[in-house]
């Protein structure tokens, strides 16, 4: 059985920081693809940012510049950075990662969190 649980989020002033980490844990033999997305009330969830098993990133063009995306491959983690948030960045952000565990290589995601930006 596999775990991906989130930490982080909450209220923010704009301008203000934020960080969310995600934790991988359980039968997990090899984690592909790590990610963040972020959906706000009626629109499509949306990458945010990702990081190859690589080490490779890639961001949404809204972001760069502003947010940071890191990885640690012993700790099964991952961790976005939130800088000079907008209020365009109020929304509900989830970590998603590539997994295999067993013979089965699938999308896990964590729970959700509420990332608010606002005066």
């Known amino acids: 059985q596999v775990q991906v649980v ?7 002033q704009p301008g203000g920081s ?3 980490s995600c934790a991988a844990s359980g039968n997990i033999f090899k984690i592909y693809g790590m990610g963040w997305y972020r959906q706000s009330p009626g629109k ?3 990458l ?3 990081a190859g098993s690589d080490d490779s990133t890639k961001y949404d063009d809204s ?3 502003r947010f940071i995306i890191s990885r640690d491959n012993a700790k099964q983690t991952v961790t976005l950075q939130m ?3 907008k209020p365009e960045d109020t929304a509900v952000y989830y970590c998603n990662a590539a997994i295999l565990s067993g013979v089965q290589r699938r ?3 964590g729970q959700g969190a509420q990332v608010t930006v606002s005066s």
Request: charge should be negative.
């Open 6 to 12: 989130l930490s982080g989020g909450g209220l923010v």
């Open 18 to 20: 934020l960080t969310l």
């Open 44 to 46: 499509e969830r949306e």
């Open 48 to 50: 945010v940012a990702g």
């Open 63 to 65: 972001v760069k510049g």
């Open 83 to 85: 800088n000079n948030l």
């Open 107 to 109: 999308d896990y995601w």
